[in-house]
């Protein structure tokens, strides 16, 4: 058996024809395992979408009595402190203001009373002071009391003091 060129040739086309199918089979096989996984994936999607969804309620439901816990507290403690500090202040100022006002009444009893000795002792003293008028030592009389004074202080008559 002699061979051709030609027989070549047509080996070589067979061959090629051959390689060129199993690559093509080959690729479409690999492009269609993709293509099946996108497809059972969109398919178990809304029950992958519905199952994640279930869960996460679940951990919320579960979640949910904890996480208001938390608020509910604080709000009570800060209602309680404020509530028992305003108390607690009322209190205090209860006690407190009556005997402010006991205090101021006596205070102005006593400086009522203050007054009247006063007055009385400017009375019996018939407003005698003693001073320092000119860098002297002086009493201060009261008005009427000296006839022709070498000094007045404040239009009262004052007579000097010696050291003698």
């Not at 051709?4 to 199993?22: F, G, I, V």
Request: hydrophobic letters at 40%; one cysteine or more.
């Amino acid at each position: 058996m002699t061979s051709s060129p030609n027989d070549l040739t047509d080996q070589m086309r067979e061959r090629q024809e051959s390689w060129r199918r199993k690559i093509v089979e080959f690729t479409a096989s690999e492009l269609a395992r993709p293509a099946e996984n996108s497809r059972r994936a969109a398919r178990n999607a809304p029950r992958t979408i519905e199952r994640d969804t279930e869960e996460a309620t679940g951990r919320m439901r579960a979640l949910l009595p904890r996480v208001w816990l938390r608020p509910l507290i604080f709000g009570l403690s800060l209602w309680v402190g404020i509530f028992g500090g305003s108390w607690a202040t009322m209190r205090w100022l209860w006690t407190r203001i009556p005997a402010r006002i006991e205090t101021a009444s006596e205070l102005d009893f006593d400086i009522e009373e203050d007054r009247r000795t006063l007055a009385q002792m400017e009375l019996d003293t018939c407003r005698i002071a003693r001073l320092k008028i000119e860098g002297e030592q002086a009493v201060v009389l009261s008005a009427g009391t000296l006839d022709k004074p070498r000094w007045n202080w404040r239009e009262r008559p004052a007579a000097k003091l010696s050291r003698e």
